[in-house]
């Protein structure tokens, strides 16, 4: 049996036996002893280790619900009994348990498995995730389905401590509680949310709670005295004021759900035995575990933000003479947070907002050099939006930083509490375009679309590391609301110019002279636009600005060229070029355009490069709409 805490990632395939025979057979997971499933959880989370050091991915959520997976495959009977999971980190053990053991390998790589839970991939994935605070609307929906079909089925909903701070899960709690359908929530605690329990006598109390004996008397006592409602109400206020007395569960019992814990989320037999007796009660449920993030590997446990993920483990290198390496270019996110720091600096109304993504959007550092003027708000993008709205009105001039694809999430709120009254909020958006290995449910593919749209907005779209920066700066003179987005990873390399220079509000700039071709570019993929030109020998434009866009611009690059190509790592509908062509067809401007985007389509996980690849978004994409354009002489013909 494979025991002690780990303290490096392994190179070799562990032995497991225990694992070979259930990740084939999950029927016999179910047949295991107590002290066998314990066993079995260990030679699980070192197989996740040795899976995770091949591939890279997602890392310490995973490790941290070992047993509790180990316990849900083990109680119910699935997949025809449901688990939802959240956000779905946390379901690489999952994965391996439930059929796709022999395919880890492939983990986050072109046509190869999700880093998420992917209904297409497999039935034991009940529900596509990828954002948070879904897991309890989702379960709810379909135990409520169940129930009008008349299926004897259990629904659980698995989600975290940070995740149930999210808007839509407590207004799935709070509807369920109305409803009361046959349902389980388990709260997967890992104590970097949610406050602590009071000790020992907590823990005490919930394995009462989670016994057969408490529970029947519970029901039973239910039966005889709801009939008298007087004695019913008061022994339910008794009974919830002295759970409130050494447990956190008092909010949940308020809103209907029967709450339980907390509980040691590692304690496997024990997570067996409370669900075997949760699993056969009605309504509403409630389960409330603690664990530790990166259980089992100790240099996650130190260190939870750092091992959330981890890059493929590689083979040391053999050393090299000493020649100087060349310095790795910035990220974006954190020419961000420089960008914001100095700004801060100098202007004591800069407030910086992030629904909790302080290390991804590069604000650490700001975050402790100002930290009075620093506010994260947890999983709350529609806060976070209103937030910056209210601190506008009133003489801040708020900085939200946050990536595209969870903007979405706050887009009522940017279009009626910002744009709408017109409010001075600066939003930085990270993770624009195609953000790779996470896939489809992270990719930022139509923030240029759903801006566009917007009256008063102003939205950039930088080429580079120093334009981003100026483009920011711009941005945040401008009174009103504004965006620049960017993409995730490296810069280009290019020098960043000291200070806080800026760039003028919709006007471009041609880096290159051609003739026939013109390619607009709109943001980082100016590399592949002057790539395709140098073989077409066309004009290159560095657009810079969506909205407004230079119109100026695009009149002269119509009287000087043939064909006109928009570029752009977005949506092709409703997108930049889509701007480009309203404002051709309103001028009557009559003029051959192609449209280079993110097609109609959801793009597959798969490296950066690869998804961009996938996306028809290089130079020979961008040659092959040339080519297909219709000869100048043949068009002028035709017309």
């Known amino acids: 049996m494979i025991v002690g805490m780990i303290e490096e990632l392994p190179t070799t395939k562990p032995h497991t036996p225990l694992l070979d025979g259930v990740s084939t057979d999950l029927d016999a997971l179910s047949q295991l002893q107590s002290h066998e499933l314990v066993q079995l959880a260990e030679e699980l989370r070192h197989d996740l280790l040795y899976s ?29 009994d449901r688990i939802v999971w959240d956000v779905g980190h946390q379901t690489y053990p999952h994965k391996i348990l439930t059929g796709r053991r022999d395919r880890m390998n492939s983990m986050r790589q072109i046509e190869g498995l999700s880093g998420f839970p992917k209904r297409s991939e497999s039935p034991f994935d009940t529900f596509g995730v990828g954002h948070s605070s879904t897991s309890i ?31 839509m899960a407590f207004e799935a709690l709070a509807h369920a509680g109305h409803e009361r359908p046959n349902m389980l929530v388990i709260l997967n605690d890992n104590q970097m949310s949610i406050g602590h329990n009071t000790g020992g006598l907590a823990t005490y109390f919930a394995k009462i709670w989670a016994s057969k004996t408490y529970t029947a008397l ?12 007087g004695a019913w109400d008061l022994a339910k206020k008794t009974e919830e004021h002295m759970k409130g007395m050494v447990a956190p569960g008092t909010m949940f019992e308020e809103l209907g759900w029967h709450y339980i814990g907390p509980l040691d989320g590692h304690d496997l037999p024990q997570l067996v035995n409370t669900l075997k007796v949760m699993a056969d009660l009605k309504g509403p449920q409630f389960l409330h575990i603690r664990t530790v993030k990166g259980k089992g590997f100790a240099p996650a446990e130190r260190d939870p933000i750092g091992y959330h993920a981890i890059n493929k483990l590689e083979p040391a290198k053999p050393a090299k003479s000493a020649v100087p390496a060349k310095p790795k270019a910035p990220k974006y996110q954190d020419v961000f947070g420089q960008w914001l720091c100095d700004l801060a600096a100098q202007d004591e109304r800069v407030v910086g907002i992030t629904p909790a993504m302080c290390e991804g959007s590069g604000m650490v550092q700001y975050a402790k050099a100002f930290p009075e003027r620093f506010y994260d708000v947890a999983i709350a993008e529609q806060h976070s939006v209103t937030l910056a709205a209210g601190m506008a009105c009133d003489g801040l001039k708020p900085v939200l930083a946050i990536y595209s694809t969870f903007l979405q999430r706050g887009y009522d709120q940017l279009i009626h509490d910002v744009a709408l009254q017109g409010l001075d909020v600066t939003l930085a958006i990270d993770r624009a ?38 483009m920011l700066q711009s941005a945040w003179l401008h009174e009103g609301p504004s965006a620049v987005r960017y993409p995730r990873g490296e810069g280009t390399g290019i020098e960043i110019e000291a200070g806080l220079p800026t760039i003028e509000i919709g006007k471009a700039e041609v880096v290159r002279k051609g003739s026939d071709v013109a390619i607009l570019n709109f943001g980082v993929l100016l590399d592949q636009a002057l790539a ?15 909205k407004p866009v230079d119109e100026a611009m695009i009149l002269s690059l119509v009287e000087q060229h043939d064909l006109l190509i928009t570029l752009e790592e977005n949506a092709v509908a409703g997108g930049a070029g889509s701007g480009v062509a309203e404002f051709l067809a309103n001028a009557g401007v009559i003029c051959q355009v192609r449209h280079v985007g993110i097609p109609d389509a959801f793009i597959a996980h798969a490296g950066q490069g690869e998804c961009r690849q996938l996306a028809g978004l290089t130079a020979d994409d961008i040659i092959a709409a040339a080519q297909s354009a219709v000869p100048a002489t043949t068009n002028q013909q035709a017309l």
């Open 433 to 470: 375009g195609l953000v790779g290995q996470d896939g489809p449910t992270h990719h930022g593919a139509f923030d240029l679309s759903y801006l566009r749209c917007i009256p008063n907005m102003v939205v950039g779209a930088p080429s580079d590391e120093n334009q981003c920066r100026q």
């Open 532 to 546: 395709a030109a140098e073989a077409l020998g066309a004009t290159v434009v560095d657009m810079r600005w969506v």
């Open 52 to 80: 995770v050091a091949g591939t890279g991915g997602h890392f310490g959520a995973g490790l941290g619900v070992v047993e509790l997976t180990v316990a849900l495959h083990n109680v119910f009977n699935t997949p025809h």
């Open 218 to 229: 519970r029901e039973g006592s239910k039966k005889i005295l709801e009939h008298v409602r």
């Open 137 to 167: 609307s989702a379960a709810m929906g379909m135990a409520l389905a169940a129930q009008k079909q008349g299926i004897d089925r259990k629904v659980i909903a698995v989600i975290g401590d940070g995740a149930i701070t999210g808007g």
